[in-house]
């Protein structure tokens, strides 16, 4: 379904009420959902409502937090409705915090309240697509104004859909020459409001203030490093401010260049948590300020390598993913290579726990695990070790776990990424594999990161600390790190399992390719026994070799 972009009513009667219903875009700065809920209106309610489907604290997961965040995300989110609400008290207003499910929470919001127009941001989830439809249905039937603009991306997905035929672009590249530059770029931004109408009655409501994580019935671990990243608009802007005041560096950013070791100062702008999941940074004010930024340089990177280039990734990701039937699975996508995954669970905690054995490919994850971020080099690292690289995991098992653990997790652009790195889309050249030994090593030969997230590894000589079980036995008690004891043997020999992974790759593509890409589940499981009944017998086959050699 399109957005509503509704006219404003002029014969709105003075007095009348107007919720803005506050989701992702947690900001002031160029909200036009905010914005026309503010205009010829009386009352206006700023309302956030607290969803148990993301939010109910779950004992049973695998980490602190609900059932879907981890409890990095959920304060992430706490702190940036915290700033949000400062923000509309000064402006004369508050955040009305309610707690159910939501579409049953605005429908009688909207009647208690008598609301005559609800404005929201335009959503392309499909969670949200479902309950913004349940909401437009119900104020068809009222009479009230619904006003849905697109302001979380620089495009509606579904205008570049329609400029191809009714299909997504597939690369980058196609997506560039459909979108071309937004329609609204040439215009400035309402970037500040002077004031916010007060609230209304909040009629029988029992309101909230935003609420701790306390209060939500979530126990933090004193123990674990916390994130250095704080949610917030007032964060967002203050971190942006500093990226674009090195004019140099915004003009000659170029990704993939970076140091994903770098963690003190991390090689990027560290702003995707507050463009990604809660909008406290408008993509398109952050596009503005880049043109802005590129019109007084000699020179500066283009995409897809460029800041601007990053923001147009982001873009193709929303756009294939709103246009693509089932985008977040490998059943029923059509864009998807069908790959017979293996499935163990305890390779999986393995990978999830940072128990490998691979310090590299450890620290990652327990920087994911206590910072929910990492750079985007060592996010590819980690996901292709998961998958095609040396587990052969389902890429829907380490999605699950970045949806969970990363605050900047975003729908479209973490099933998109999962699809590219696990070589099931977009990306297909499955030989080039992440070393989990010696890639970390060229950007931090002394393993700085490694001691600083794995601190049972600080005292390993340098000449081990990619690959601790090589270390003598001597020098494993010296450093006070037995592996095996005090931290794991690798759980698989990269050499061996890597060209496991590739033969098993090549197999798939090849029955993909025959099939012409209609591949049934009946197909992955035939060529899944087979892939393991030859790689039984190869591995029959090396240990009878190795008993003639010996």
Not at 143 to 162: M, R, Y
Not at 208 to 237: C, H, I, W
Request: hydrophobic share 35%.
């Amino acid at each position: 379904m399109t957005p509503s972009h509704s006219l404003l009513n002029s014969n709105m009667p003075s007095g009348s009420a107007s919720l803005i219903w506050f989701r992702k875009g947690l900001r002031i700065h160029d909200n036009p959902a905010l914005e026309y809920a503010s205009r010829a209106s009386a009352f206006v309610y700023p309302l956030f409502v607290i969803d148990p489907h993301y939010m109910e604290p779950d004992p049973k997961a695998f980490s602190p937090g609900s059932t879907r965040a981890g409890i990095s995300r959920i304060r992430f989110l706490l702190e940036s409705l915290a700033d949000l609400d400062l923000s509309l008290k000064k402006l004369g207003s508050r955040l009305l915090v309610l707690k159910g499910e939501p579409s049953e929470v605005l429908i009688r919001c909207l009647k208690e309240w008598d609301v005559k127009k609800i404005c929201f941001e335009y959503d392309t989830d499909p969670y949200y697509q479902a309950l913004d439809n349940k909401i437009k249905n119900y104020a068809s039937l009222a009479g009230i104004e619904v006003f849905s603009p697109v302001s979380h991306t620089l495009f509606n997905p579904a205008d570049i859909i329609e400029k191809n035929g009714g299909r997504p672009p597939l690369s980058y590249q196609s997506f560039l020459k459909l979108a071309g530059e937004p329609s609204w770029a040439s215009s400035p931004l309402l970037v500040e409001l002077s004031s916010v109408p007060p609230v209304g009655d909040v009629a029988s409501f029992e309101i909230s203030q935003v609420p701790t994580l306390k209060e939500l019935g979530y126990v933090q671990n004193d123990q674990e490093e916390l994130t250095p990243f704080r949610g917030g608009e007032s964060e967002a802007l203050r971190r942006l401010r500093e990226s674009l005041s090195d004019k140099e560096w915004v003009a000659n950013f170029e990704k993939p260049k970076g140091d994903p070791s770098a963690y003190i100062k991390p090689a990027t702008t560290v702003l995707s948590p507050y463009l990604k999941q809660f909008g406290c940074l408008s993509s398109r004010y952050f596009y503005q300020c880049l043109k802005d930024v590129y019109k007084n340089v000699k020179r500066h990177t283009s995409p897809p390598v460029s800041l601007v280039g990053q923001l147009l990734w982001r873009e193709f990701f929303y756009t294939v993913a709103f246009g693509t039937p089932n985008f977040d699975k490998m059943n029923g996508n059509k864009i998807c290579k069908q790959i017979p995954w293996n499935d163990d669970d305890e390779l999986l905690a393995a990978w999830r726990e940072a128990r490998t054995g691979y310090p590299w490919i450890d620290a990652i994850m327990v920087q994911l695990r206590e910072w929910g971020w990492m750079h985007h080099l060592a996010r590819h690292c980690v996901a292709c070790f998961l998958t095609r690289g040396d587990l052969f995991l389902h890429w829907e098992k380490g999605r699950d776990v970045f949806e969970r653990l990363l605050i900047d997790s975003d729908w479209a652009i973490n099933n998109g990424n999962w699809l590219w790195l696990s070589c099931s889309s977009f990306f297909y050249q499955y030989n080039r594999i992440y070393s989990p030994t010696s890639f970390g090593k060229k950007y931090d030969p002394h393993g700085d990161y490694i001691r600083h997230f794995l601190p049972i590894l600080k005292d390993m000589p340098k000449e081990y600390i990619y690959e601790p079980w090589t270390a003598p036995l001597s020098v494993q008690n010296k450093a006070k790190c037995i592996i095996g004891r005090d931290y794991p043997k690798p759980v698989v020999s990269h050499d061996s399992a890597s060209k496991e992974c590739r033969r098993k790759m090549g197999e798939a593509y090849a029955l993909n390719k025959k099939l012409n890409g209609v591949v049934s589940e009946d197909d992955v499981k035939s060529l899944r026994r087979r892939l393991d009944e030859d790689g039984g017998q190869e591995a029959r086959g090396r240990r009878q070799r190795q008993k003639l050699i010996s």
